[in-house]
């Protein structure tokens, strides 16, 4: 397995949770697991891709501004997500919050597959991305068994 394929198995977990939290209401038993799920898989994969994918790649003069764009819309969505937690789920305001977070979830995991990734194929060869690939996730088993 590539670096590429590892990231985007997360991402595709990523958007199912967070379909999944658009669609609960109130504080259900539901919203607030999925939601601890998705806190958790955004956080552990943000911490990891940033070790074995973005600090690689700052290496590349060719790479080093968009790594550090999208260590920022990390930081943004860390923002997002304590937001979330200070909101009363039952809120209409935590669905607004949690709309906020997906529109920009979705739009960093997009840029990553469709521009970032294609970029970074060209800086890593092919023994690179297989070592980071596995890194990545062993640094991934040990958040979740952390």
Not at 3 to 25: C, G, P, Y
């Amino acid at each position: 397995m590539k670096i590429f394929e590892a990231l985007r198995n997360d991402h595709d977990v990523q958007r199912d949770l967070m379909n999944k939290l658009i669609n609960t209401s109130g504080k259900s038993d539901i919203r607030i697991h999925a939601f601890n799920e998705l806190k958790e898989a955004l956080e552990s994969h943000a911490l990891a891709e940033e070790r074995f994918f973005y600090a690689p790649l700052m290496e590349s003069d060719d790479m080093a501004d968009q790594s550090r764009h999208a260590i920022a819309e990390h930081h943004e969505i860390d923002e997002l997500i304590e937001k979330l937690e200070q909101t009363d789920m039952s809120s209409s305001a935590w669905l607004t919050h949690m709309k906020s977070l997906q529109h920009l979830v979705l739009h960093h995991l997009d840029d990553e597959e469709h521009q970032f990734f294609q970029m970074a194929g060209k800086v890593l060869n092919e023994t690179q991305k297989s070592k980071l690939a596995s890194n990545y996730r062993e640094e991934m088993r040990e958040q979740q068994s952390a």
